[in-house]
């Protein structure tokens, strides 16, 4: 990704080899400013307060989290492991990529784990990229279709699921931007995303900066829009898919999917491997849901007229609020879904058919 002419991935090791860099979401768009993670309650702290966040992005953090604490503490491995774990609970590419780094450093001794550390967790970062930019390639064909036949392609998204969201490329944004690339006329309507606007300000700072035609709408526009012929094709990001292909997506996203199956506009998640939970089936029932702060509900951030960030209240004094940050779509409102190894049904013989090494 390109931010004022500079090449950025959203999580990167310092010129220095060790410390670990991030980019501060709660400051984008309206400051570019970077955050210097020195230890594994850094990485912590900046998933909890979502300095950090998207699904594949704190699955990488979290690694480069653990690499920290290994240098200082290799023999508390599992109990940092948990530590980290502990700070989201919805998007299992966390717990993912903990995994994968706590069966790679635990056979080691102690005094091996540090350097493996380093070097699985940017083998996980640039196996991101890759996957992500493959799911680019695959999705662009539907986007592709429906340009080819209305001359130009209308696409709604929810949350942010671009490149910010991990390592690089994004997920759902990853087509959107090969079919921008590729010359055809895309245009986004972007959910704002309450009620931390994820929308309104990280997918369409991205489109911004990538040039791609986008419109900001309140969330409760989606249904209005397709009911009027303005959405060809829903694309969302998921934070963990189930083995029968129910998705687990940005607070707001079941609401979407049930606007789009009665108005006949597919709608298609995207997901890397992280994203795919085989050990969890209905996902109404077994994925836990993030409760945040009633905070995020009633307040705002926002820059003023001077371009001083403030904090403002929107809701009446006392009132009180409720914040789940996730909901689960099921199954059979999902079109299909895009990975980097193709698409296919939102059904475990879809996944099967895909990920026949995770059944
Ligand atoms: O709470 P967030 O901002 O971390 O939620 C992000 C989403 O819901 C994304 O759609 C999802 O993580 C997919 S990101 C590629």
Redesign the pocket.
Known sequence: MKINGKNYRSVWLDADGWTVRILDQTRLPWRVEELRLETAEHAARAITT?QT??????GAVAAYGLALAMRVAPEALHETAQMLGRT?PT?INLAWALERMVARLAPLPPAARAAAAYDEAAAIADDDVETCRLIGAHGLPLLAEIAARRGRVNVLT?????WV??VDY???LSPIYQAHDAGIDVRVWVDETRP?N?GAALTAFELGAHGVKHTVVADNAGGHLMQHGEVDIVI????RVTRQGDVA??IG?YLKALAARDNGVPFWV?L?HS?FDPRVSDGVAEIPI?ERAAEEVTHLTGPDADGVLRRVQVTAPGSAAANP??DVTPARLVSGLITERGRCEASEAGLRGLYPEKF
Request: glycine share 12%; hydrophobic share 35%; charged share 20%.
């Open positions: 979502m966040r998207g699904a594949p992005l704190i989201r998007a929810h949350c942010n699921a671009g969201a991990t994004g997920t759902a931390r994820q969302v990001g998921t934070d997506n940005k996203t995207a890397p994203t993030e940050a996730f």
